[in-house]
T-cell receptor, first 116, second 115 residues
Framework: AQKVTQAQTEISVVEKEDVTLDCVYETRDTTYYLFWYKQPPSGELVFLIRRNSFDEQNEISGRYSWNFQKSTSSFNFTITASQVVDSAVYFC?????????????FGAGTRLFVKA | ETGVTQTPRHLVMGMTNKKSLKCEQHLGHNAMYWYKQSAKKPLELMFV???????ENNSVPSRFSPECPNSSHLFLHLHTLQPEDSALYLC??????????????FGEGSRLTVL
């Protein structure tokens, strides 16, 4: 069965601190896709990144970076030099090749507070 | 026009009322979804429509009734709801209904309160 665990319910940091959001997943598929979404106070989830199971290369996009490690089934997200605008709920998600795009499973989310 | 638009943004209804939530997507996508987001619970997939046909129904109570008249519009009809149905209802669309690689595009949600 597929499962996504975000153990950190809430994280509070001061502006300019680095912060890492953890994501651990479970799947029996060899082909799967991992996602991160951001949910600001306005409500809509915004897609941040997708990573497929065959690509363990880490990715950096501005202040955001992602560390995918199949050996530990983790797909962690780091924000460098956090800003107040980063305050949001962040969701990690998983979809499997055999179920197609219809069953994206989300973690419970991590609420990030960035204080000025 | 934003990509995915949901109306109303806020709705308060009694348990005997009938109301509908509306979702419209302007992205040319072929699949649309309803998700339920309750406090302290993961996002729950409720319904999936691909090319206007329902392809997924995750054991949702019959008091929730979806309708997809075309690939751009999705409704969620509500009747005789319970207070525990109070939640944020999120609509999403994707351009690749048969592929697990497609990211979801979400609306801002309809905040429902059942009294």
């Amino acid at each position: 069965a597929q499962k996504v665990t975000q153990a950190q319910t809430e994280i509070s940091v001061v502006e300019k601190e680095d912060v890492t959001l953890d994501c651990v997943y479970e799947t029996r598929d060899t082909t799967y896709y991992l996602f991160w979404y951001k949910q600001p106070p306005s409500g809509e989830l915004v897609f941040l990144i997708r990573r497929n199971s065959f690509d363990e290369q880490n990715e950096i996009s501005g202040r955001y970076s992602w560390n995918f490690q199949k050996s530990t089934s983790s797909f962690n997200f780091t924000i460098t030099a956090s800003q107040v605008v980063d305050s949001a709920v962040y969701f990690c998600a998983l979809s499997e090749a055999h179920t197609g795009g219809f069953k994206t499973i989300f973690g419970a989310g991590t609420r990030l507070f960035v204080k000025a | 026009e934003t990509g995915v638009t949901q109306t109303p943004r806020h709705l308060v209804m009694g348990m005997t009322n009938k109301k509908s939530l509306k979702c419209e997507q302007h992205l040319g996508h072929n699949a649309m979804y309803w998700y339920k987001q309750s406090a302290k619970k993961p996002l729950e997939l409720m319904f999936v429509y691909s090319l206007e046909e329902r392809v997924e129904n995750n054991s949702v109570p019959s008091r929730f009734s979806p309708e997809c008249p075309n690939s751009s519009h999705l409704f969620l009809h509500l009747h005789t709801l319970q207070p525990e149905d109070s939640a944020l209802y999120l609509c999403a669309s994707s351009g690749q209904p048969d592929s697990p690689t497609g990211e979801l595009f979400f609306g801002e949600g309809s905040r429902l309160t059942v009294l």
